[in-house]
């Protein structure tokens, strides 16, 4: 799950965006663009495809075809949960979604098509917590 650990400016951004009335999403995931439509976040989510941070939980018995979006900018920090234990020395790194569009896939090596950079790390190496920011190019 991404959570704000830092906002650059002043106020936080939503939006409204549109998705498929049986279209699960759970709040702090990443959604991203799929044929128009907001979809949870894969590994193959890309910077042109990301939208932002889901910022509700909707069941597919709720039928709702809009769903609110946290915007990320390149300068806020979001603490993310990681798929390994998190590691200072991949600060710096990029890194792509992990096994779902909660978690970053942190695998020692910086991946091309990241869409997180880690700024740093949260609490025990167990824990699994890194601190981000998105990319925007």
């Given at each position: ?45 890309t910077?042109a ?66 869409v ?22």
């Amino acid at each position: 799950m991404f959570k704000q650990s830092q906002i650059k400016n002043p106020t936080r951004s939503l939006k409204e965006v549109v998705k498929a009335a049986n279209r699960v999403t759970t709040k702090g995931h990443v959604l991203m663009y799929t044929s128009g439509l907001a979809v949870p976040g894969t590994s193959s989510t890309t910077v042109a495809n990301l939208i932002g941070i889901c910022n509700e939980a909707i069941t597919a018995e709720q039928a709702l075809t809009q769903v609110p979006v946290i915007e990320v900018f390149q300068n806020d920090v979001w603490l993310a949960d990681s798929t390994n234990n998190s590691n200072a020395a991949h600060t710096g790194q990029k890194m792509v979604l992990g096994a779902n569009a909660g978690i970053v896939k942190n695998s020692g090596t910086t991946d091309a098509d990241g869409v997180v950079q880690q700024v740093g790390v949260y609490g025990a190496a167990a824990d699994k917590k890194i601190l981000v920011r998105f990319l925007t190019a």
